[in-house]
């Protein structure tokens, strides 16, 4: 059975940083791509960034390029997002999803991230 765990959330304050890590486990298929996305209260699940299968390409969303880096271990099985310059506005519960050759789509249960004003 495929698992998929995020860790590293937490409190910061405006202009900190946290490093989110995502590790999945039961994986017995070929990874495509992996990402985060996250949902802020009252608002709809969004793209964050991604990173293709041996991670030679990555995708970022306007609202967080520059400040945020994704990276890929694939002997692991884990992608980290390294979240620079926080701002309020990416609190949110941030969700790592998987996504195999075949299509499949996995998810975490998320990882609160609360940045304070």
């Known amino acids: 059975q495929v698992q998929v765990v995020e860790s590293g959330g937490g409190l910061v304050q405006a202009g900190g940083s946290l490093r989110l890590s995502c590790a999945a486990s039961?994986?017995?298929?070929?990874?495509?791509?992996m990402g985060w996305h996250r949902q802020a209260p009252g608002k709809q699940r969004e793209l964050v960034a991604s990173?293709?299968?041996?991670?030679?390409?990555?995708h970022y969303e306007d609202f967080v390029k520059g400040r945020f880096a994704i990276s890929r271990d694939n002997a692991k099985n884990t992608v980290d997002l390294q979240m620079n310059s926080l701002k309020p506005e990416d609190t949110a519960v941030y969700s790592c999803l998987i996504i195999s050759k075949s299509g499949q789509h996995y998810w975490g249960q998320g990882t609160q991230v609360t940045v304070a004003s």
């Open positions: 039961g994986i017995t298929f070929s990874i495509n791509s």
């Open positions: 990173v293709n299968s041996d991670g030679s390409n990555t």
